[in-house]
């Protein structure tokens, strides 16, 4: 098209050598439209410097981000049927699936990844947008059923990070499907006795918000994030109002009670491991000997941690669900006051 790029720099590039110089060393913020250096924006996790705007952070950035020392144990996912409606719009789905693996080298839109976090054992299942729009279909579906079962044969804490357009249209019911399928598997995490943490990222929506996402013991978003259900155009034709200016943001749902805090990323890990050492420390002991029932129910005690079941099962396991209950309450409620305290209200005794 242009001659300048299509005759002269392949020339010079062939004269100078063919130095990898990379497109993107600049990145417009997308708040306040200030240039950053590639550079700099990944040193600091993808958050602007001048305003503070929480950019998309790639998969592989938040697990180093996340995890003690970086470490992380990949979980290799199941295979699915790839394809299976022959769907095509513009394009053959088929083809659609396998540039979009070309392009981002991973085989669906989420990663599972085991390790721990501030010394405690977690699983944690983290979209990644730029596939497809993060859009859950049958390998995301499974993708999370497997590291619900991670969680719970490891007796660690389950996180999901969504950023998700929601189901993928092109599987159809398929897609559907796995919002009942998705609950069930954090479920299964919930009656083992762990932690189901959710981190809301821009943007949860669609089916992804309409199942498992809101269901979390603890919901973190991170700040600025679009969290809904319909977009605003949809929702705003069909009541016929105007919503307010900040509606669907993780701030919005947090001062409606839909999430329990909003954190920044660089406080992301800190809060996390606060989090997990007050759900997992306290259970450890008492989970262990309970927990292994609950396990044996969930799973049908094909590799159950216990060997001698408690007598009377039911009234205990009634009892632990109690004091679990509980402890998660206690625990919320030490939360909140310490955040209320960070803000210079204190709400002790509530
Ligand atoms: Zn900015």
Same mark, same amino acid.
């Given at each position: 098209?242009?001659?300048?790029?299509?005759?002269?720099?392949?020339?010079?590039?062939?004269?100078?050598?063919?130095?990898?110089?990379?497109?993107?060393?600049?990145?417009?913020?997308?708040?306040?439209?200030?240039?950053?250096?590639?550079?700099?924006?990944?040193?600091?996790f993808?958050?602007?410097?001048?305003?503070?705007?929480?950019?998309?952070?790639?998969?592989?950035?938040r697990l180093n981000m996340l995890f003690d020392d970086g470490k992380y144990?990949?979980?290799?996912?199941?295979?699915?049927?790839?394809?299976?409606?022959?769907?095509?719009?513009?394009?053959?789905?088929?083809?659609?699936?396998?540039?979009?693996?070309?392009?981002?080298?991973?085989?669906?839109?989420?990663?599972?990844?085991a390790g721990t976090v501030g010394g405690q054992k977690i699983v944690i299942?983290?979209?990644?947008?730029?596939?497809?729009?993060?859009?859950?279909?049958?390998?995301?579906?499974?993708?999370?059923?497997?590291?619900?079962?991670?969680?719970?044969?490891?007796?660690a804490a389950l996180m999901?990070v969504?950023? #998700? =357009?929601? /189901?993928?249209?092109?599987? *159809?019911?398929? $897609? &559907?499907?796995?919002? %009942?399928?998705?609950?069930?598997?954090?479920?299964?995490?919930?009656?083992?006795?762990l932690p189901?943490i959710?981190l809301?990222?821009?943007?949860?929506?669609?089916?992804?918000?309409?199942?498992?996402?809101?269901?979390?013991d603890i919901?973190m978003?991170?700040?600025?994030?679009?969290?809904?259900?319909?977009?605003?155009?949809?929702?705003?034709?069909?009541?016929?109002?105007?919503?307010?200016?900040?509606?669907?943001?993780?701030?919005?749902?947090?001062?409606?009670?839909?999430?329990d805090m909003?954190v920044p990323r660089a406080e992301m890990r800190e809060t996390l491991a606060r989090i997990l050492r007050l759900l997992m420390d306290r259970g450890a002991?008492?989970?262990?000997?309970?927990?292994? #029932? =609950?396990? /044996?129910?969930?799973?049908? *005690?094909?590799? $159950? &941690?216990?060997?001698? %079941?408690?007598?009377?099962?039911?009234?205990?396991?009634?009892?632990?669900?109690?004091?679990?209950?509980?402890?998660?309450?206690?625990a919320?409620?030490a939360l909140?006051?310490l955040e209320?305290?960070?803000?210079?209200?204190?709400?002790?005794?509530?």
């Amino acid at each position: 098209m242009n001659w300048l790029t299509n005759i002269i720099r392949p020339r010079i590039r062939s004269l100078v050598g063919a130095k990898e110089v990379p497109d993107n060393l600049w990145q417009k913020c997308p708040g306040c439209e200030n240039l950053l250096f590639t550079r700099d924006l990944e040193a600091r996790f993808n958050v602007c410097s001048h305003c503070g705007h929480h950019l998309r952070l790639p998969v592989k950035q938040r697990l180093n981000m996340l995890f003690d020392d970086g470490k992380y144990e990949l979980i290799e996912l199941p295979k699915v049927p790839s394809d299976p409606l022959k769907f095509r719009d513009s394009k053959k789905y088929a083809d659609r699936l396998r540039d979009t693996q070309a392009k981002t080298g991973l085989k669906d839109a989420i990663t599972v990844a085991a390790g721990t976090v501030g010394g405690q054992k977690i699983v944690i299942a983290v979209f990644n947008f730029n596939f497809m729009g993060g859009s859950m279909g049958m390998a995301v579906g499974e993708g999370i059923v497997r590291a619900s079962e991670e969680a719970v044969s490891r007796r660690a804490a389950l996180m999901i990070v969504p950023s #998700s =357009g929601g /189901a993928r249209m092109q599987e *159809g019911i398929l $897609s &559907l499907m796995q919002m %009942p399928r998705t609950m069930i598997a954090v479920e299964r995490v919930k009656r083992a006795r762990l932690p189901y943490i959710v981190l809301l990222t821009d943007p949860t929506t669609g089916g992804v918000s309409a199942s498992f996402a809101m269901v979390g013991d603890i919901h973190m978003a991170e700040p600025g994030a679009t969290i809904g259900f319909a977009g605003r155009r949809v929702i705003e034709e069909t009541v016929r109002e105007t919503l307010p200016k900040d509606f669907q943001t993780a701030e919005y749902l947090r001062e409606h009670g839909m999430v329990d805090m909003v954190v920044p990323r660089a406080e992301m890990r800190e809060t996390l491991a606060r989090i997990l050492r007050l759900l997992m420390d306290r259970g450890a002991s008492q989970g262990d000997v309970i927990g292994g #029932s =609950g396990k /044996a129910k969930a799973t049908g *005690g094909g590799k $159950s &941690l216990s060997l001698n %079941p408690p007598a009377n099962t039911s009234s205990q396991g009634q009892l632990a669900a109690k004091r679990a209950l509980r402890q998660v309450r206690a625990a919320k409620r030490a939360l909140e006051n310490l955040e209320g305290k960070e803000s210079g209200r204190t709400r002790v005794g509530q």
